[in-house]
Nanobody, 120 residues
Framework: QVQLVESGGGLVQAGGSLRLSCVYSGRAVRNYAMGWFRQAPGKEREFVAGINIRGDIIEYGDSVKGRFTISRDNAKNSVYLQMNSLKPEDTAVYYC?????????????WGQGTQVTVSS
């Protein structure tokens, strides 16, 4: 059984930074791609970033390219999302996801989410 637990969300001013963490557990997920999605009020869930098991394939959503960085530490069963130059439009609940491949992340396992609020 896959479990994903996010942390690191909070309130930050525009231009600031936050680092989200996700700890994953479960035998299968150790070989999975990991990713982050977000959902703002009244909007659909949006792909933020994905990383494969080796960390040599990384993808970003267009709205976060150049500002966010995804990374993982397989020894710690963790994936991270470093968010810099935050904007009010980055305000959303951020979800950690896991699936065998990056392209399958939307249909994979999800965490409970962590709230990120960016004030102007």
């Amino acid at each position: 059984q896959v479990q994903l637990v996010e942390s690191g969300g909070g309130l930050v001013q525009a231009g600031g930074s936050l680092r989200l963490s996700c700890v994953y557990s479960g035998r299968a997920v150790r070989n999975y791609a990991m990713g982050w999605f977000r959902q703002a009020p009244g909007k659909e869930r949006e792909f933020v970033a994905g990383i494969n098991i080796r960390g040599d394939i990384i993808e970003y959503g267009d709205s976060v390219k150049g500002r966010f960085t995804i990374s993982r530490d397989n020894a710690k069963n963790s994936v991270y999302l470093q968010m810099n130059s935050l904007k009010p439009e980055d305000t959303a609940v951020y979800y950690c996801t896991a699936a065998p491949f990056i392209r399958e992340l939307f249909g994979g396992s999800w965490g409970q989410g962590t709230q990120v609020t960016v004030s102007s």
